[in-house]
């Protein structure tokens, strides 16, 4: 499979663009452990055309994590233009069009899955950003905006006229944010139609390496994008199998790469939401008390002594198991 020139081999897995998740942190865990390729949290082309500050430090990438991947979302073409060659100085391999985002302050401004409701103004942006930068462009999306409009398999094509070189497709419509079950049929016709040439990407409820190897032999997709599973759990991509005590010490040193990265209040804040949604954890009794006191902690000794507090009960578990 390629992305422009860029070659991943066979069955890669990506970690999809997530708001206050994929830091540059959790990407270079992510990517040590087996992502082919990573994305940034997603751009607001508004905010950063504005040179709203906190949206200009999204655009940190590094060569350790590459090949690393910029999201945008907005709803005004000019802007999106603009957005994408100031996102193009900073030299991300691919720059991703954000169509997919069902949140409500994003959709419900007409951006993100708002323009599965203005297809033409959504093929105007795609168009008009591919002409205007060389980095290649890509796109996520979902099925529709509701069960009554799925408009993938027409949409896929339009899209890749754009001139687009990768599509990403969630297995829901807007209208089902996250709820109920990923829908991969349709992503698998598109896959299947022969009029399609470029890259699909699959994304939606795949949990592990097992469920991926399954999409990919069911569906014939050329990636499988990974999202939420990998909260708390950066080593979701490998193909070795980790202990526990190597899975903690992946965690521990999450945290320590957001301080060191950051501040030791930002760092806490970027790492303590993966803490507590990690899959480690979820067997200890009375998880809900610990969960809390992750999410209170402010000092990382404080936080480290939590996550040593849980190694301990997680081993005598093992041992008793």
């Known amino acids: 499979m390629k992305i422009g020139d860029i070659a991943f081999g066979d069955h890669p897995l990506f970690l999809a663009p997530m708001e206050d998740v994929t830091d540059i942190g959790f990407r270079h865990l992510c990517k040590r452990y087996g992502a082919a390729m990573v994305y940034t949290e997603f751009v607001s082309a508004e905010a950063l055309v504005r040179d709203v500050k906190t949206t200009v430090r999204k655009l940190t990438i590094s060569d350790e994590e590459r090949p690393v991947g910029i999201q945008l979302y907005g709803r005004d073409v000019p802007q999106m233009v603009e957005a994408a060659k100031i996102v193009e100085q900073v030299g991300p391999d691919v720059i991703d069009l954000n169509f997919g985002c069902p949140v409500k302050k994003v959709a419900g401004k007409g951006a993100g899955s708002g323009m599965l409701k203005n297809i033409p103004l959504l093929l105007a942006i795609t168009r008009e950003v591919v002409k205007a930068v060389h ?7 979902r099925l529709g905006w509701d069960c009554e409009h799925i408009i993938i398999e027409e949409l896929a094509e339009q899209l890749q006229d754009c001139g687009i070189q990768a599509l ?3 297995g829901r419509t807007r209208s089902q944010m996250y709820t109920g079950t990923a829908d991969w049929e349709p992503i698998g016709r598109v896959k299947a139609n022969p009029r399609i040439q470029i890259p699909i990407i699959g994304n939606g409820d795949i949990h592990s390496r097992q469920e991926a190897d399954d999409a990919f032999r069911r569906y014939g997709v050329d990636a499988v994008m990974i999202g939420r599973a990998t909260f708390g759990c950066p080593w979701l991509f490998s193909a070795e199998p980790l202990t526990t005590d190597q899975k903690i010490d992946i965690l521990e040193e999450q945290l320590r790469i957001n301080v060191e990265r950051t501040d030791e209040r930002r760092g806490i804040l970027h790492t303590r939401r993966h803490l507590a949604a990690s899959p480690l954890f979820k067997g200890i009794p009375d ?17 480290m002594d939590i996550i040593e507090s849980c190694r301990d009960i997680v081993r005598t578990h093992e041992q008793m198991d």
């Not at 980095?135 to 999306?141: G, L, Q």
């Not at 998880?287 to 936080?303: K, P």
């Open 135 to 141: 980095t290649p462009v890509t796109v996520k999306t």
């Open 168 to 170: 990403t497709i969630h």
């Open 287 to 303: 998880f809900r008390q610990t969960r809390i006191a992750m999410l209170r902690a402010e000092r990382v000794d404080d936080l």
